[in-house]
Each structure stands twice: as C-alpha cells, then as structure tokens.
C-alpha cells in the first residue's frame, strides 16, 4: 500500500506550458479557482513564485491552451485580475506536502495538517490554523472517512478551510478510498 502511495506521489510532472492567474487577495483566487471549475476548465489553487506574488499567495493554475476561454469568463464576472505564464522549467510552489509519519500520512496544505490511516482513510487529527470555522470543521471530521469529508467542507468559509480542503484532496488522491 505505501509502495503505491510513494509512486503516486513522485509520478512524472505535467510538462504542458502553464499559466497562473494572479489576483488581489485570497477570496478572489478562491473564487476564480471554483467558478472556473464550474465551467469545466482544469484548475488548481497554487502559491505563485514570490516574485510574481500580487498582495496574495494564492493564484490559480491553468493550462496556457484555455487562456482565452477563461479570460472571457473571467471579464464577465468582473475580476480584476493578472495572466502570466511559466516556463516549463518554472513551477508555482505545491500547496500541499506529503510525509510519512509511522503508518500515518500526514498532508500539510499552509498552516493546515491533516494526518489520515491509508489503510482505512480515516482522519486522525488535523491540526493548524487559527480561523474561526477549523475547531468546529477538526471536531466534525476527526474519525470520519474522507469520502463524509467533503460535505462537512461546506461548513468551511476561511482561508484556513480552504488549506483543509486542499489537503482532504490530496489525501483523496493519494489513498484513492
């Protein structure tokens, strides 16, 4: 099981030209990232290189081929907002970091840590983060399994929330539950 974890961790890097859309503040990438997903594009929430960083560390990744449909979507809902592009050899800063703790997978999505049993999919703790929604998200999401988790996440409003949901994705991902 940790054989196939490992393998899905290290799997070879997407070498498709990307692009990252940089916003204000966090609640605008926030909101770009799902409303872009919503109309089927292929997204991600990533912290920009810090000498792209525009007052936020949150930008949403893309694929430099859909530029031009996202921008229209992006001027209708009125965003102010900044395209860049990446070299392939330039990547955003992963989110979310993996370790291996006894037989525990602990995820780090910021100052967020989640910690989950593979074997299972169980979330044994979550620690971190000092926004006012994550002791009512930790208390409801300790000893559930992460596929309850998602609909707990709709409680979740904070930038804390949004790191906890990062890592519940990862950990979806990773253990495949």
């Known amino acids: 099981m940790l ?8 799997k070879k890097k997407d070498l498709r030209e ?3 859309i940089l916003v204000e503040n966090v ?22 290189p810090i000498y792209l960083r525009k007052g936020c560390d949150l930008a949403v990744e893309f694929d430099l081929v859909e530029q031009m449909g996202i921008e229209r979507i992006l001027k209708k809902i009125q965003i ?5 592009s990446l070299s392939t050899s330039e990547r955003p800063l992963e989110i979310t970091k993996t370790k291996e703790i006894d037989n525990y997978i602990l995820i780090r999505a910021a100052n967020m840590k989640l910690t989950i049993e593979p074997k299972t ?23 559930k399994h992460l596929k309850e988790a998602n609909k707990i996440m709709e ?9 906890l949901k990062k890592a519940l994705e990862k950990a979806l991902k990773i253990t495949k539950c």
Not at 29 to 47: N, P
Not at 121 to 143: A, E, M, Q, T
């Open 121 to 143: 999919g169980i979330i044994v703790n979550i620690s971190g983060g000092g926004c006012p929604d994550i002791p009512f998200l930790s208390k409801n999401l300790i000893g």
């Open 27 to 48: 609640a605008n990438a926030m909101a770009v990232e799902e409303i872009l997903k919503e109309h089927g594009f292929s997204v991600r929430g990533v912290a920009p």
């Open 18 to 20: 990307k692009g990252l």
């Open 3 to 10: 054989k196939q974890i490992k393998e899905r961790l290290f």
């Open 80 to 84: 102010i907002y900044e395209i860049v």
């Open 155 to 163: 409680n979740g409003y904070s930038l804390c929330a949004y790191m």
